[in-house]
């Protein structure tokens, strides 16, 4: 293995870790920054140096403008290590990785993780059937294939991603036939509170209404408030049944795409045994940091979603404001020059905050739609563990999400727990009735990426 030292190595090409990296070469530092896609962008400007004008047009300026920051990140001098996928973190400093199938590891003064979110699980019957897709990751395929369905589509849940991806197709022309939205009039209501904190932050609501109005204008037939979702068929994808106005309502359609928010990717944050604390606003597991991200005793530091849902911009004041930190340690003779950067980005992520809680309050998935009340919705994918199994696991004395590994290896499938890990902690507390906090987490260890015997002996 080659073991090279950097000043700040930087885990994730998202707004987050490239701001950081820019931030970081701009007081002087010598960074390296590690990301598994072969380009800089992360999930919200993925690929954009390479997309067409055309596929820009349907993404829209948001996604354009993210030209800005991976431009600046290439001149930044900054080491970009493209296709690497970081399967270890250390608090030795030691970052292992796997690029061309080949095992190799870094040494760092400082370490950033900015691994972003994924999407929620939406654990409903059938949503594991050929057919169903998460829409963000139906965007992904927008933002690295250019490819659009063909066929007409149905889009059911909550979020800003899912009215954004609507947008998005309307404006490649896809035919929507349905969005059929969770969002109720009490998460309306709930959300009013936070409306004049939101307000502050005009632009972000200003967006999200333009794009409502949009659909509207389309005719595209709108279910708002609708309960019991679940996707039927027998090999594939045939129909959508849910609950709307009291009413049962069923939509043909082969191509459903679910969406329900995202949630921090934590892997890292656990697997370095941080202390996380269950956010009932974000309905997730968050990891405790100070207010520059760092872990404590520790020289890593944790910027973006992986820290907390905030969006792409916060994401990336957050990921300046680490690098700041690091470069006051490293850069001392700097102090005055870098504690006048600190306030101006400090105030821009202030700002940047301000419409949160108005999302988080909007946007909060319901019950049945995060702990499925059918025993046979699987919810762990990978070893095909379902909803009802869980609930026998906590009958017969199961106490969190790491005994249910021994239950019946629940958790233990390539993604390691990834995608069923808030699910597992939520129907556990649900059926032992305590909170979330109390049942706890697996316990995530390294490798936090499916590594071979062959890979790691080379
Ligand atoms: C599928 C999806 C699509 C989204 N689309 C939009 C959108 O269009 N508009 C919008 O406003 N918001 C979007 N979001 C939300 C958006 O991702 C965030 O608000 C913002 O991008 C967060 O920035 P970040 O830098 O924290 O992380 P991200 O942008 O998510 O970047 C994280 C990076 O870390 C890398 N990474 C993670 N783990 C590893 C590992 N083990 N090894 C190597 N690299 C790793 C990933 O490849 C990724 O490039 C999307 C979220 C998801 C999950």
Redesign the pocket.
């Known amino acids: 293995m080659d073991a090279e030292m950097v000043d700040l190595l930087v885990?994730?090409?998202?707004?987050?870790?490239l701001a950081s990296a820019v931030e970081a070469r701009a007081a002087g530092l010598s960074v390296a920054l590690?990301?598994?896609?072969a380009a800089a962008?992360?999930?919200?400007y993925r690929n954009v140096d390479a997309a067409s004008a055309k596929i820009c047009a349907v993404l829209g300026e948001?996604?354009a403008a993210g030209s800005a920051l991976t431009r600046a990140f290439s001149r930044s001098g900054a080491q970009h290590i493209a296709g690497?996928?970081?399967?270890n973190v250390g608090r030795d400093l030691q970052v292992n990785?796997l690029l061309q199938g080949v095992n190799r590891a870094l040494q760092a003064r400082h370490i950033l993780l900015?691994?972003?979110?994924?999407?929620r699980p939406f654990p409903i019957p059938g949503w594991t059937l050929p057919g169903v897709m998460?829409a963000?990751?139906a965007?992904?395929l927008i933002k690295s294939a250019s490819a659009l369905p063909d066929e007409p589509v149905v889009l059911a849940g909550c979020g800003?991603?899912l009215l954004?991806l609507a947008s998005q197709y309307v404006a490649a022309g896809v035919q929507i036939k349905a969005i059929v939205q969770t969002t109720t009039s009490a998460d309306h209501l709930r959300a009013t509170r936070h409306l004049p904190a939101a307000l502050r932050g005009w632009p972000d609501l200003g967006k999200g209404l333009r794009m409502l109005r949009l659909l509207r204008k389309q005719g595209i037939p709108m279910f708002a408030g609708s309960s019991d979702l679940a996707i039927e068929g027998k090999e594939h994808a045939e129909s959508i049944r849910f609950t709307h106005k009291g009413k049962p309502h069923r939509i043909a359609s082969s191509l459903v795409l679910l969406h329900q928010g995202?949630v921090p990717?934590t892997q890292f944050s656990w697997a370095l045994r941080a202390p996380h604390r269950w956010d009932e606003a974000q309905l997730c597991w968050v990891p405790e940091t100070d207010a520059y991200g760092q872990i404590e005793d520790s020289s890593i530091y944790l910027?973006?979603?992986?820290r907390g849902?905030?969006?792409?911009k916060a994401?990336a004041s957050q990921?300046r404001l680490a690098a700041i930190a690091v470069a006051r340690k490293l850069r001392p003779a700097s102090g005055a020059a870098l504690q006048e950067r600190e306030r101006a980005v400090r105030s821009e992520l202030q700002q940047q905050l301000r419409i949160r809680p108005f999302l988080d309050a909007l946007y909060r998935p319901a019950a049945s739609h995060r702990m499925p009340k059918e025993d046979s919705v699987i919810v762990c994918r990978c070893e095909e563990v379902t909803a009802g199994q869980i609930r026998k696991y906590a009958e017969l004395g199961c106490q969190g999400p790491n005994q249910t590994k021994a239950f019946g290896r629940c958790g233990m499938g390539p993604c390691q727990g990834r995608l069923c890990g808030l699910t597992v902690t939520e129907l556990l507390a649900q059926s032992r009735g305590v909170s979330p906090a109390e049942v706890g987490y697996y316990r995530i260890r390294p490798p936090?990426?499916p590594v071979t015997l062959g890979e790691l002996a080379g």
Do not use: F, H, T
């Not at 590690?34 to 896609?37: A, F, N, P, T």
């Not at 849902?309 to 792409?312: C, F, P, R, Y």
């Open positions: 885990v994730g090409a998202g707004p987050a870790g590690l990301d598994e896609q962008g992360g999930q919200i948001d996604y690497a996928a970081v399967w990785y900015a691994s972003g979110a994924m999407e998460g963000g990751a965007q992904i800003p991603l954004l995202v990717n910027a973006g979603d992986c849902i905030v969006g792409a994401s990921g936090i990426k």
